[in-house]
C-alpha cells in the first residue's frame, strides 16, 4: 500500500488529528491566551459553516484552530493537501516543481508556487548552535548559479548568484547563504558565527580563507587546481562533502526548478539544506522528515504580496 494512502493525506478530520498531534503533543493550547485546559472541541458543520478542528477556549471563550500562528493560517486549502505536498517535497531528493504540484494537487499554479514557499519556510531552521563543536571537522566551500540582477554576464563567476555553504562532519548537518561578495569581510563574521574557534576547517586552495583560517584550531586545504581532492599528507583533508551536497543542490535548481531570483533563493537554499540534514544516513526516513518538517510550521507566517508573486504564469 502506498505511503499516500495514510487517511491524513485524504481526510480532513484525519489530517487535523495528525497536525494536531504533532504541534500539540500535550494537548490543545489556545491561540489567545495559552490556556491548555478547558478546551472544547466543536463538531465540524459544513453547512453552518463550522470549520474542522474548530475549538473553544473555556478562559477566555474565544475559538481557535491548530491552523492559527502557522504557515496554515487563512490559507483556503483543505488541511490534507497541505500534508501532501509537504510529503512530496520533503520526500523528493531533488524537489518537486510549483508545476508539478499544480498537476499532482489540482490547485492553480499560483496556489502551488505560494504553498511551497511556505512549507520551505516551515524547512527553514533557526538552529544557531556554531559547527565543529569539540574539534569536528567543518567544510566550506561556495558554488555559483543563476546571474545577479540587473548585471550583464561576465567571465569566471562575477555576474553569478554565490552561494557559501558549511557542512559539518561530526552531525552530517549543513547550513548554506546567499552572499553578496567573496570579500574576506563578507566571509569572515560568517565563518565566526557558524563555526566553533575549536573546529578544523576545511577548504579549497580559494585565497579568501587563508587568513581567516587562522582563526580556528586547525585550517586544511586542498588544491582543486591541481587536481588534488584528498591531501596526500593528511587524508582527513578533503572538501568532497560540500562538493556533494553541491551537487544535489545544482541538479535540482537545474533541472527541476530551472531558475530562482535572488530574492527567494534563500527559501529554496533552506529546503535543500533541510533534505540533507534530515536524509537517511541521519536517521530519517521519507515520513520522520515529513514530520520534522510539521514540526516547523509554528510562527512562520509567509504572507502573500504582489512583489513576492511568481515570475512565470
Not at 490559507?75 to 508539478?100: E, F, N, T, Y
Not at 547563504?177 to 577548504?203: G, K, Y
Not at 534530515?278 to 520522520?288: E, L, Q
Amino acid at each position: 500500500m502506498s505511503i499516500l494512502s495514510a487517511p491524513h493525506f485524504h481526510d480532513e478530520a484525519a489530517a487535523f488529528a495528525r497536525v494536531e498531534k504533532v504541534i500539540w503533543p500535550d494537548g490543545p493550547v489556545c491561540h489567545h491566551c495559552g490556556c491548555m485546559g478547558r478546551i472544547s472541541a466543536i463538531a465540524p458543520n459544513p453547512e453552518k459553516r463550522v470549520r474542522f478542528g474548530l475549538k473553544r477556549c473555556g478562559d477566555c471563550k474565544k475559538q481557535f484552530t491548530v491552523r492559527m500562528g502557522t504557515i496554515f493560517e487563512e490559507s483556503k486549502l483543505p488541511l490534507h493537501i497541505w500534508l501532501q505536498a509537504m510529503h512530496l517535497m520533503c520526500s523528493s531528493k531533488k524537489g518537486v516543481s510549483a508545476h508539478q504540484l499544480h498537476r499532482t494537487l489540482e490547485i492553480t499554479y499560483k496556489s502551488a508556487w505560494f504553498l511551497a514557499h511556505r512549507i520551505r519556510e516551515a524547512m527553514r531552521s533557526d538552529e544557531l548552535a556554531p559547527f565543529g563543536h569539540g574539534g569536528g571537522a567543518v567544510e566550506v566551500d561556495e558554488t555559483f548559479i543563476g546571474r545577479e540582477p540587473g548585471m550583464e554576464v561576465k567571465r569566471a563567476f562575477h555576474h553569478k548568484l554565490k552561494v557559501l555553504a558549511l557542512v559539518d562532519r561530526e552531525t552530517g548537518r549543513v547550513r548554506s547563504m546567499v552572499v553578496d561578495n567573496l570579500r574576506p569581510e563578507t566571509i569572515a563574521p560568517i565563518l565566526a558565527a557558524n563555526i566553533s574557534r575549536e573546529a578544523r576547517l576545511m577548504t579549497d586552495e580559494a585565497h579568501v580563507y587563508k587568513k581567516i583560517g587562522h582563526d580556528f584550531a586547525g585550517h586544511g586545504t586542498v588544491n582543486h587546481l591541481r587536481g588534488e581532492y584528498v591531501s596526500t599528507v593528511d587524508p582527513s583533508v578533503f572538501t568532497n562533502t560540500i562538493e556533494g551536497y553541491f551537487s544535489i543542490f545544482k541538479r535540482g535548481m537545474k533541472g527541476i526548478y530551472q531558475h530562482a531570483s535572488k530574492k527567494h533563493l534563500h527559501r529554496y537554499l533552506a529546503e535543500f539544506d533541510f533534505r540533507y540534514s534530515h536524509r537517511i544516513a541521519n536517521g530519517y526516513d521519507d515520513t520522520a522528515r515529513a514530520v520534522t518538517a510539521l514540526q516547523g510550521v509554528v510562527g512562520k507566517r509567509l504572507t502573500y504580496k504582489l512583489s513576492d508573486s511568481p515570475s512565470r504564469p
